[in-house]
């Protein structure tokens, strides 16, 4: 009995040693020079996020920021949204996304920017008026990269990463003035749609209590979006992932 088993165990090792290896885990290469490490911060799986049937309090406050995450990112990313109608003025929800982005800045997460947003609603170009609008709170011009082409939240998170690479930057916090806007279109598009990073969207604290924003980082150092998360987040009860095969950068032929 101790032959035939010896034996055994000698063929199942010749067998071992005969197979092919199983592939290698790929390997997170190094950041890009200067960036912030924050890129490399864990963050949980959008099931445990967002579980059961429903979004969490999509227009409420959101889960605070890791410590890890509570640190410098290498950019500000304010999403666009349209001028007044009539005049060409800033809007209250522009208004409030650069103040929410100074108010970031003065916290320590970043002092560099990328407005986005196209003309999409009139003749304005929404990225344009937010760059001026920072300029007008005390933020340096060549501080600033514009992005005038996006006519959607997918867009602008599409466009704006592609300067991200050209700038060599991995992380981003990304500005909204209505959490719901993050949760409900800014994430799924990120993450099931674009899919060049992923976004978290977490509270940070700043001077005048918390904030929600996007917590963004682009791959292949964010963590990898799963089929079974955005199968999860597009339960139609959720109302995260509204009208996404419409939208333009989720198709595979969208170009620059």
Known sequence: MKSSALL???????????????????????????????????????????????????????????ACITARHDVILVLGCPNDDDTGAPSACQIA?????????????????????????????????LRDLLVARGVEASRITTEPLAEHTDENLYFSTRIMETLGFASAVVVSDQPGHLVLTGLCDSNCCVDLGRLTVVDLPIASGRVSVGHYVRHPWARPNTDEECAHIRTPSKFMCTNLEQRRACKDDFQL
């Not at 067998?15 to 963050?43: I, R, T, Y």
């Not at 560099?112 to 344009?128: K, L, Q, S, Y």
């Open 8 to 66: 055994l165990a000698s063929l199942s090792l010749v067998f071992a040693c005969g197979a092919d290896p199983a592939p290698p885990s790929p390997a997170v290469p190094p950041l890009p020079e200067g960036a912030s490490p924050v890129a490399l911060c864990p963050v949980e799986s959008m099931i445990d996020i967002y579980p059961g049937e429903y979004p969490n309090q999509p227009n409420g406050p959101q889960p605070l920021a890791s």
């Open 97 to 129: 996304r650069a103040d929410i982005a100074v108010a970031l800045m003065e916290a320590g997460y970043g002092d560099t920017f990328i407005t986005t947003g196209g003309a999409v609603h009139n003749e304005w170009i929404e990225a344009d008026t």
